[in-house]
Structure formats: structure tokens, C-alpha cells
């Protein structure tokens, strides 16, 4: 057997193991480290009837995609949505623990703080919509909206292995620089700038971890594993051929800090084309992210997709 016939093998093995140890709801599951996967879906205001049943539908997607794809039960996962749920809403929508106002928010996180362990996992995702006044970035929810520096002092105490925080409302860029900490992952649908408008964000992102492409297509920095710069690369990605289509001007650009300074990088602009607003060289390679932005997210390693890489992908990664 051939080395390079070893290392599929090797891969292919590796994988089988990870499909075999995927929980599949249920109660809380321990992660490889010996911690919970627990992750918090806040829905604020979702507008009209058309935009309700979009982020209703997004929040599902999101849902099942952590239970079934991610590792992530049922019970380690918290919902708060901002709509009374109805007999048409699905599991998630009626698993919410109610609406995200201030104070419920406050209380949901406080109990997390509380319970969450230095071992476990904790992705944060926030939808919605949000505003800005020239000096606060609003998430807006039922009551008094709640603001980038109200919203980082309610996760200042928590602390575990892996933090990752998903802001995909408008004007979400102003919450990187607050939450930022060493260790923690903090993504943004937009800028810190006038992004005010309606994000694509939160329903590609919700499709790319609940209905992703296949592996060879979603390694996007090719580095042989699917981790979650990929995951957010992609989602980027996508969000770009949303504008770049119909010939739309682009009005958010995903943000990643990862190293701990609050300043945002769009990390996703060497690997993507001109065309979809990035600078990727005509010979197509892709730069090896080790430090700055990226690298942290670089080292969270998804089990889904769970296929193998090619043969010719598994070559250009050594």
C-alpha cells in the first residue's frame, strides 16, 4: 500500500469514528475534551409576516443542524424566540424558554454562567434585527433594546475551553470589540460601520451547518480538515454571491476576530475570487492561516461533513 493510500485509509478510518460518536439529540453530550456542547439561539424582533416565517425557518435549520450534525442535544441547546410559537412552528420554536427580552436574556445567561464548566463548549447565535444610533449598535428585542456593551458584560464571567460567538443581525460589527477575548471567536454579519441593512448572514450560515456542501468543496483553505474557518468562510462565500448575482453593492461584510484584539478582520477576502469582492490569486492559491485572525478558528475541527478528502486535496495539504 502506498503512503498516500495509508493516509486515506487513515482518514477514511478517523471518520467512521467520528460518525459512530455524533449523539443524535437527546440528553447533553460530552465533548472529545470531557465538557457539554451547549450553545444559546437568541432571535430578537422579527418584523412582518414574510420576515417571521423566514427567521422561524432559519432558526429551525440552525437547530438541526447542531442536534443532528454537530454534537450538540437537544437539552444543552437554549432557544429564546421572539414570537409566541404556534402548532406550525417546528421543535425548536416550541422548545423556546420564551422571549428574549433584556431581563430574560440577562437570566439565561446568568444560569449558564453558572453551570457551564472549564472543559465545555458554548457557541452563542444571535438573529434579528439591530440599529445603530452613532454611538450603540441595538439588538432589537421585546422592550428595551439591549446594546454591544450590556450585551458583553452578560458573558464577561463565562469561561470555558471554546466560546464562539455568531452576530449576524445588521450593524453587528460594533459588538466584536467588546466580547473580544483571548480564546474566544467572535464573528459578525457586518462591519463596525453604517451596515444597517437586512443580513444574509444568519440563513447561510444556518444552511451551511445544516446542509453543507460536500468536503472537497467546503475546504475552502485546503488544508485536508473542516474546521470552522472553513464553515465561516463558506458562509461568507455565499453570502457574497447572494449581492454579486443580480450585480447588487454589497451591504455587509462578515467580520472574525480570533486573537483577542476586538478588531475584526475579513479573513475571507484571500480566498475568494474579485468577482465576489476578494483578492484570491489567479493561480488559485490559498494562503495557510497559522496566526491573526483565523488561526483559533482554524483548530475547531467540524465532524460534518464527515467524507474524506480527495485524493488531490490530501496531496496539496502536505
Known sequence: MTLKMMRISSVIALTAVLVAGLPQGGSAQETPGGGTRRALVICGLTGDAMRREAFAATVEKLYAGLTENHGFATDSISVLWSDEPTDMD?????????????????????T?????????????????????????????????????LEFATLFSAVRCREQVF??????SGFFIKPLALPGRIVIAATEPDLE??????????????????????????????????????????????????????????????????GRGSEVQADFLPEELGGRLRASGEVPQITT??????RRVFLPFPASPPAPDIDARAE
Open 90 to 110: 417546528g421543535p425548536a420554536l416550541k422548545a423556546s424558554r420564551g422571549q428574549p427580552t433584556h431581563e430574560a436574556i440577562e437570566e439565561t445567561v446568568g
Open 112 to 148: 449558564l454562567a453558572k453551570s457551564i464548566q472549564p472543559a465545555d463548549v458554548l457557541w452563542v447565535f444571535v438573529l434579528g434585527h439591530g440599529h445603530y444610533d452613532g454611538r450603540y449598535s441595538w439588538l432589537n428585542i421585546p422592550g428595551n433594546d439591549l446594546h454591544q
Open 166 to 171: 455568531f452576530l449576524t443581525q445588521s450593524a
Open 196 to 261: 444597517v441593512n437586512e443580513t444574509h448572514f444568519p440563513h447561510k450560515l444556518a444552511t451551511t451547518l445544516a446542509e453543507p456542501r460536500p468536503f472537497s468543496e467546503m475546504d475552502l483553505d485546503r488544508d485536508g480538515r473542516l474546521s470552522l474557518l472553513d464553515a465561516y468562510l463558506w458562509t461568507a462565500r455565499e453570502v457574497a454571491v447572494e449581492y454579486a448575482t443580480p450585480e447588487l453593492l454589497a451591504t455587509e461584510h462578515a467580520q472574525l476576530d480570533d486573537s483577542g484584539d
Open 292 to 297: 491573526g485572525d483565523g488561526a483559533l478558528a
